[in-house]
């Protein structure tokens, strides 16, 4: 259950920067394609979804940091195994 808990909350986050990525996209290379007057200032649009970006994205590492267990390569488990023999041995 912790798995898919943290799993939708990164899915999630990931689709919101996404989004808004694209929202920059856009007005970047259609800029005219924004008819309301209060898109009208371009460069304060892209300010406030780069907040956006960032908001979602120190989430997303704050869930990584503090909850995703970090994955071990083989060599760092062949490591701990052979630490762990060492240690037995000795005894």
């Known amino acids: 259950m912790?798995?898919?808990?943290?799993?939708a909350?990164?899915?999630y986050y990931m689709g919101i920067?996404?989004?808004h990525i694209a929202?920059?996209?856009?007005l970047l290379t259609n800029p005219v394609g924004i008819g309301e007057d209060a898109h009208q200032d371009i460069?304060?649009?892209?300010?406030i979804e780069l907040g956006k970006i960032a908001d979602y994205h120190d989430k997303l590492e704050m869930?990584?940091?503090?909850?995703?267990k970090p994955q071990q390569s083989p060599e760092q488990i062949k490591e701990n195994e052979n630490d762990?023999?060492?240690?037995q041995k000795k005894s």
């Open 2 to 7: 912790r798995e898919m808990l943290i799993s």
């Open 9 to 11: 909350a990164r899915t």
């Open 17 to 19: 920067i996404n989004k």
């Open 23 to 26: 929202n920059i996209e856009i």
């Open 43 to 47: 460069q304060a649009v892209i300010e």
């Open 63 to 68: 869930l990584q940091k503090f909850f995703i």
């Open 84 to 87: 762990t023999n060492k240690s």
